[in-house]
């Protein structure tokens, strides 16, 4: 658990997995084992679009929030395959991914746009989950706070963040996204460390303490509490393991241990 006073944040990012059966199966398991806790870290699923209406009354009423993967910066228009955040409100989504390196690298999504999704979802209220991370190249010359510190920057200088609960960090190094290599407890908590120092320094020292900052990468059962005991790791970004509700389960539960 950490040590801090941080709620835990725990997301499941579903990706482009589960067939309409699957995911208001999965729904309804996470959101069972979510309404059996009182207390316990802030939970959010985030499936695919197409899906959010399906599980929206599976999920509503518990203590689990529905999320979108993405969003389009533009309230609306000629954006063709594009979803706006009106459009994902209307759908009872409460928090949205901004700046996944799946996007990000895969997609080649510039900085620019990943800064304006994000002014965008918080400008709405909503709670932003801004994914960064280095990759494995970055790592292997020594760049991963620098790389981190320049995600960071290009996307919250000069953001207003009137309520530091509503934005979350999620360090994903890109070499332990969905390959099974997770880094360990002692390197991820040193680029959390890292990340809330580059906080500091731009939203001021209330704020970044305030700020969550979740770990992502091959997060499972068994190493999901060694590396949330950490002291500036507060909860997990979960990929392939959220798709299973008992291992999502088990990590939403070494969270609140
Ligand atoms: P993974 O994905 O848990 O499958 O590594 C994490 C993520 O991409 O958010």
Redesign the pocket.
């Known amino acids: 658990m950490p040590t801090s006073t941080r709620t835990p944040f725990i997301g499941g990012?579903w990706k482009m997995n589960t067939t309409r059966g699957q995911a208001l199966e999965l729904a309804a398991d996470v959101a069972r084992a979510a309404a059996e806790k009182a207390v316990g870290p802030q939970v959010a699923v985030y499936p695919p679009y197409v899906w959010l209406e399906t599980i929206r009354a599976t999920v509503g009423g518990v203590s689990l929030m529905l999320g979108a993967q993405d969003c389009s910066p533009e309230a609306n228009g000629a954006f063709t395959g594009d979803v706006s955040l009106d459009m994902l409100t209307e759908c009872g989504v409460s928090t949205v991914l901004v700046g996944?390196s799946e996007r990000r690298h895969g997609l080649r999504e510039p900085e620019e746009r990943i800064a304006a999704k994000l002014k965008a979802v918080l400008g709405r209220s909503m709670t932003g989950v801004l994914c960064i991370g280095e990759t494995l190249d970055e790592r292997e010359t020594g760049a991963t706070d620098t790389v981190n510190e320049m995600q960071l920057r290009s996307a919250l200088d000069g953001l207003k963040v009137r309520d530091p609960g509503k934005l979350v960090i999620a360090y994903?190094p890109v070499w332990?996204?969905?390959t099974g290599k997770t880094a360990s407890s002692d390197d991820a908590q040193a680029a959390h460390a890292a990340i809330r120092t580059v906080l500091v320094s731009i939203l001021g020292d209330a704020h970044a303490q305030a700020i969550r900052i979740i770990y992502?990468?091959?997060?499972k059962p068994a190493n999901a509490a060694e590396l949330m005991a950490q002291p500036d790791i507060d909860g997990g970004?979960?990929?392939?393991?959220s798709l299973k509700a008992e291992d999502f389960t088990a990590i939403v539960d070494a969270a609140r241990a």
């Open positions: 990012n996944h994903e332990a996204i969905g992502g990468g091959s997060m970004l979960i990929g392939g393991a």
